[in-house]
């Protein structure tokens, strides 16, 4: 979390992470600058261009590939706790996004990271992983030029995991992590495992490979890239790349969409009663009366509403900045807004849900689920 000016943000993949200053990522953690390199990038996803992933880690590696038409791969996953929500759907697009630009997509179930982390059982993440792969199967993930995956169930990431463990201390795993139970420190090797796997002769050998991620997640990355370099001479291994996108503030305001908040989020498979009336009770950055609104215009930096239809609903940039400028202006209000993002989600979650119906026996087949 970043707090007073005198002290660092904390980036915890387990806890709380609260950004509220992303400029100062780039120095109190070496992140370079996605917008740099934006200008190269043959075909930007709309959360690249629009600076949602604000941050990366090597990915000009990836990136020469791709200009190249070279192999290489995207690996992310999910942690299997619950219905797919706007962050899973998030990750989702962007793996499914470098797949569609050449990569092999890895797709990871951390099932381990889910007992270690939630406690939840494996029989349980597996059913929950049905769901999941059939919400990655519906967004468009090509599963012919993809390999998703338990990582309970795959032996090479556990192995892996075991080798990694030889070469990392308890001092260094409490400088990255801070003082954690040794469950998550295993799971953040196996981690390290799923994010190195792609590179193993069984998927064709080294290769840069881009891990898209929330940047409450960089200690894996930092972890991971240290023990590539450990590892080169064994498996000459490409360090890891990785872009960073922004955490969505809460439907209520809060900085973080947060599971024990449910009125912070919403799932895509919530009834659409209950969705509409998030939508209808969130914070915005509205003024407090019409006349107000009008005269002064609203704050879009601050709204939760506009958050959500920039980053996952309005496709053209030029309705994002109409919709951008129309609140600053005061010539959009809230109510009239809040009900047509309600509208457009709405109509979003009732497609999905439609077309995902039609992936569950694939996901079963998939995930060897009876
Ligand atoms: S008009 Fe829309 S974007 Fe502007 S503050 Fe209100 S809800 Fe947010």
């Known amino acids: 979390m ?62 020469e590939n791709m200009k190249r038409h070279e192999k290489f791969a995207v690996m992310s996953g999910i942690k299997p706790t619950g219905e797919f929500h706007l962050g899973t759907l998030m990750t989702a697009r962007e793996i499914i996004y470098f797949q569609q630009q050449g990569a092999t997509a890895f797709y990871c179930i951390a099932d381990i990271e889910a007992y270690e982390d939630n406690k939840i059982p494996f029989e349980k993440s597996e059913k929950i992983a049905v769901g999941n792969v059939a919400d990655l199967l519906a967004l468009g993930f090509d599963p012919k030029r993809g390999y998703i995956y338990r990582q309970y169930k795959e032996q090479r990431v556990r192995n892996l995991a075991v080798l990694f463990g030889r070469s990392v201390t308890l001092a260094t795993m409490k400088a990255i992590y801070g003082e954690r139970n040794i469950g998550l420190y295993l799971s953040a090797l196996v981690q390290a495992g799923d994010i190195l796997m792609p590179q193993l002769e069984d998927f064709d050998g080294p290769k840069p490979t881009v891990v898209p991620v929330g940047i409450d997640q960089d200690a894996h990355l930092r972890l991971t890239r240290d023990l590539a370099s450990k590892f080169r001479r064994k498996f000459n291994f490409v360090s890891p790349s990785s872009t960073y996108h922004k955490i969505m503030k809460g439907l209520d305001g809060s900085p973080k969409m947060a599971k024990r908040n449910s009125m912070s989020y919403f799932t895509l498979h919530e009834n659409p009663e209950s969705i509409a009336k998030k939508i209808s009770n969130a914070f915005t950055g509205g003024r407090p009366t019409v006349e107000e609104q009008r005269r002064l215009g609203g704050v879009p930096e601050i709204c939760p509403i506009y958050e959500i239809e920039m980053y996952h609903f309005v496709e053209n940039d030029d309705d994002v900045v109409k919709v951008y400028n129309d609140c600053r202006s005061g010539k959009l209000l809230c109510g009239e807004h809040k009900a047509r993002t309600t509208e457009i989600v709405l109509n979003f979650v009732k497609d999905h849900k439609r077309k995902r119906r039609k992936f569950v026996d694939k996901s079963r087949e998939i995930l060897q689920v009876a």
């Open 2 to 63: 970043s707090t007073a000016d005198n002290r660092k943000t904390v980036l915890d993949p387990w806890g709380t992470t609260v950004v509220e200053d992303y400029n100062r990522l780039y120095e109190e953690f070496g992140i370079q600058r996605f917008k740099s390199l934006l200008a190269e990038i043959p075909n930007p996803s709309m959360y690249m261009r629009r600076g949602v992933i604000f941050g990366h880690r090597n990915f000009e590696s990836v990136l």
